[in-house]
T-cell receptor, first 110, second 112 residues
Framework: AQRVTQPEKLLSVFKGAPVELKCNYS??????LFWYVQYSRQRLQLLLR??SRESIKGFTADLNKGETSFHLKKPFAQEEDSAMYYC????????????FGKGTTLSVSS | GAGVSQSPSNKVTEKGKDVELRCDPI?????LYWYRQSLGQGLEFLIY????????KSGLPSDRFSAERTGGSVSTLTIQRTQQEDSAVYLC??????????FGPGTRLTVL
């Protein structure tokens, strides 16, 4: 069965500390992977997608096909990074729905 | 430009009543998605429309749930005979042929 796992419900770090939000997936074929973020009282929005290989707000994510992981990383967390983060693979044709993980709440305190 | 809009923003209903939730996608977006966000369950896919193709209804949790999309634009999600477990935030998203999904603010449904 296709599934995505975000093992941490809550991740609490201090400002300036490194952050890694874990995501593991179980899919056949080659899924396209995304990270979405929802800040307090804001809409869910795309943070980054693996095919873009970009860094957004200091976050990066590397697709590791061997480990079937797509962990989200940032070397120095900021308080404004506090939010709910969802990992979302998509299989099949472009435009099909995303299958979201249950999300990880990141809390960054000073 | 205008983003995805949803109405109402909040809906409180009694168990057993029917509700309709509306989504206005971004103009020109051919794909429209409905998701449900609830505590402990994260985000669940419900249904997906792409252009004039038959919708992907594989995520609908029961036959009490249905959705339609008129004229390739506005969509309505209908929940019949609501139950307390239907309480959640219902999110709509749209995209332009498979690219980034843009989400609406959601409708918070509370079933008493």
């Amino acid at each position: 069965a296709q599934r995505v796992t975000q093992p941490e419900k809550l991740l609490s770090v201090f400002k300036g500390a490194p952050v890694e939000l874990k995501c593991n997936y179980s899919y056949s074929g080659s899924p396209e992977l995304f990270w979405y973020v929802q800040y307090s009282r804001q809409r869910l929005q795309l943070l980054l997608r693996h095919i873009s290989r970009e860094s957004i707000k200091g976050f990066t994510a590397d697709l590791n096909k061997g480990e079937t992981s797509f962990h989200l990383k940032k070397p120095f967390a900021q308080e404004e990074d506090s939010a709910m983060y969802y990992c979302a693979p998509r299989t099949g044709q472009a435009g099909t729905a995303l299958i979201f993980g249950k999300g990880t709440t990141l809390s960054v305190s000073s | 430009g205008a983003g995805v809009s949803q109405s109402p923003s909040n809906k409180v209903t009694e168990k057993g009543k029917d509700v309709e939730l509306r989504c206005d996608p971004i103009s020109g977006h051919t794909a429209l998605y409905w998701y449900r966000q609830s505590l402990g369950q994260g985000l669940e896919f419900l249904i997906y429309f792409q252009g004039n193709s038959a919708p992907d209804k594989s995520g609908l949790p029961s036959d009490r749930f249905s959705a339609e999309r008129t004229g390739g634009s506005v969509s309505t999600l209908t929940i019949q005979r609501t139950q307390q477990e239907d309480s959640a935030v219902y999110l709509c998203a749209s995209s332009a042929r498979g690219y980034t999904q843009y989400f609406g603010p959601g409708t918070r449904l509370t079933v008493l």
